[in-house]
């Protein structure tokens, strides 16, 4: 009897970690679903607000998911060894759990997927987004330890008003773009959205000789007042954008 009871733990462990191991659930650790889910709920909110379709919100949420998942997946293979040598328990691509061909394999999968939904926007909106898509791409692998991290981040989220700006349903898109004041705004908010996701990392950062933006004001004024501050900015950014939108709209 003790053989037995003994054995029935045994095979309900090796269940739950084949279930924690399994390749679908690895993937989605690996593509940063948080950050990539606030992005997709974020852009899909702001084309409800500006008076777009549910059909068209709906695809606007799509298509962000997969280019978030590119971008998540792009970075945990850029940082595999970095996230193996600091033994990271929410890397499953640094700890060897999911093979780095395996997370190559769904970028590419995820590829094929992004760009038929980025032009269904439109041609002007499906290149505003594959634009930003591709400078967060160049972002994971040039300038991101240096102070010109910001860069690409305030790049990036730039184009997404013109991808809102520009985009309609099945390819029919508009021909307004943003008002100016937008596309400026969404850079702030990147820059903002960069420190906000650098700041958990920041000693291990230091550690491996990493100079980027937010290290670089986390050692002058502190972690604790620059997580306050980047806050307070990033609720202004907001606020800002939500009062552009309701005085002049998202197109000039």
């Known amino acids: 009897m003790a053989s037995t009871s003994s054995d029935?733990?045994?095979v309900d462990g090796d269940t739950?970690?084949?279930w924690r191991h399994w390749t679908p659930l690895l993937l989605l650790r690996a593509s940063h679903p948080r950050l990539g889910l606030i992005s997709a709920l974020g852009l899909a909110g702001a084309a409800a607000l500006s008076g777009r379709p549910t059909r068209e919100v709906g695809m606007v949420l799509a298509t962000v998911l997969a280019g978030q998942a590119i971008l998540g997946w792009q970075n945990d293979l850029v940082d595999r060894h970095?996230?193996?040598a600091d033994g990271r328990d929410d890397k499953p691509i640094g700890q060897g759990l999911l093979a780095p061909g395996d997370a190559t394999f769904a970028m590419a999968c995820a590829a094929l997927a992004v760009v038929p939904l980025a032009v269904s926007h439109g041609v002007w909106a499906g290149l505003s987004y594959l634009g930003s898509l591709v400078i967060g791409l160049i972002g994971n692998v040039?300038?991101?330890n240096g102070w010109l991290s910001w860069l690409t981040w305030a790049a990036s989220y730039g184009l997404?008003?013109?991808?809102?700006?520009?985009?309609g349903w099945a390819g029919e898109g508009r021909t307004r773009p943003p008002e100016f004041s937008v596309p400026v705004l969404a850079a702030l908010l990147g820059v903002c959205v960069h420190?906000?996701?650098?700041l958990p990392g920041l000693v291990r950062d230091h550690e491996h000789g990493v100079r980027h933006l937010p290290l670089r004001l986390g050692l002058r004024i502190g972690?604790?007042?620059l997580l306050w501050a980047t806050i307070l900015v990033t609720a202004l950014v907001l606020a800002g954008?939500?009062?552009t939108g309701a005085q002049v709209g998202l197109r000039q």
């Open 160 to 167: 997404y008003p013109a991808f809102l700006a520009y985009g």
């Open 142 to 144: 040039f300038l991101r």
């Open 82 to 84: 970095r996230d193996a």
């Open 223 to 225: 972690a604790a007042r």
């Open 195 to 198: 420190v906000l996701v650098s």
């Open 8 to 10: 029935g733990p045994a």
């Open 241 to 243: 954008l939500l009062a």
């Open 16 to 18: 739950r970690r084949s």
